[in-house]
């Protein structure tokens, strides 16, 4: 099959293959299969590069989780407990590996979903240690907001802001059911 039969995804993972087999004739043999690991970060398109040269890459065991490469060093650990033979991790190898398959494949609309060159998605935010639930009038519609902060002072802050803004209004206090027995009274 010619290289033009491909589809743009075929030619992605194709010039990956080759990239990969070059890397493999010269890199140290002690790397101990960090090319295929790497090669899995590049095809699930894990490596971001950033405009400043940098490359965010993500780990192969965690999803939440990228590492940052600047020039040859990384932050994983492989890297900083020098387990990785001549500082060749998985990840500095999956950056070479994609700034190389990127050099080689035409740069046509068609190709942007394959070429990688895509934010990272955001990290998980962290939970709030304060946090307020309110019930509104907002624009004539009832809707729940969740209000969150460091601290207590700083949610009540939110709220009073919050509820002087002329689109919200609070809702009125429900008033209690009154029970059979007090129906007649």
Known sequence: MTTSTLSPRQTFRETVALVAARAKEKLPQAVNGRVESAVKLVLSQDVYP????????????????????????????DFQHGKA?????????AAGIQKRVQELLPQTPQDQDYNCNFEPPPAPLPEAPCSLNVKVSLQGHEVMVTLRGQTEEAVLERLSRLLQRSDVRPLPKPQPRQKAWQKGR
């Open 85 to 93: 033979p001549e500082g060749w991790c998985q990840h500095r190898i």
């Open 50 to 77: 950033q405009a400043d040269g940098s490359n965010l890459v993500g780990s192969s065991s965690d999803p939440m989780k990228t590492y940052l490469l600047v020039g040859t060093t990384c932050e994983c650990q």
